[in-house]
């Protein structure tokens, strides 16, 4: 069964620095895409970051507002992939999701949402 459990997440202070990790079992994590997602209070899921399967050329991907601060990564030998996210500001607040589906080895179809498999989430609070 596939599954993701993230940790990581807590409060920092605004410039701070914070890496997220998501735990896969029931997958090898370099055999699938995965995204990371944040909701933050009040607003819709909207994804964050992705990195694709090694089969994939152009990979990893991030929205705009969070280029060049966050840094999507995978480790084989523990399955897990990392979001170290960087110079964090209060419009990173929110909970943050990973997620995958058995039938994506790239990020044009992890980016929509509409995945099978998603994890239980870990709060990220920015604030001074």
């Known amino acids: 069964q596939v599954q993701l459990v993230e940790s990581g997440g807590g409060e920092v202070q605004p410039g701070g620095s914070l890496a997220i990790s998501c735990a896969a079992s029931?997958?090898?994590?370099?055999?699938?895409?995965i995204g990371w997602f944040r909701q933050a209070p009040g607003k819709e899921r909207d994804w964050v970051s992705c990195?694709?399967?090694?089969?994939?050329?152009?990979?990893?991907y991030y929205r705009d507002s969070v280029k060049g601060r966050f840094t999507i990564s995978r480790d084989k030998t523990e399955n897990k992939v990392t979001l170290q996210m960087d110079n964090l500001g209060p419009e990173d607040t929110g909970v943050y999701y990973c997620a995958t589906d058995e039938y994506y080895t790239d990020c044009a179809g992890i980016i929509t949402g509409i995945v099978d498999v998603w994890g239980q989430g870990t709060t990220v609070t920015v604030s001074s």
């Open positions: 029931g997958f090898t994590v370099t055999d699938l895409a």
């Open positions: 990195i694709g399967s090694v089969t994939v050329s152009h990979s990893p």
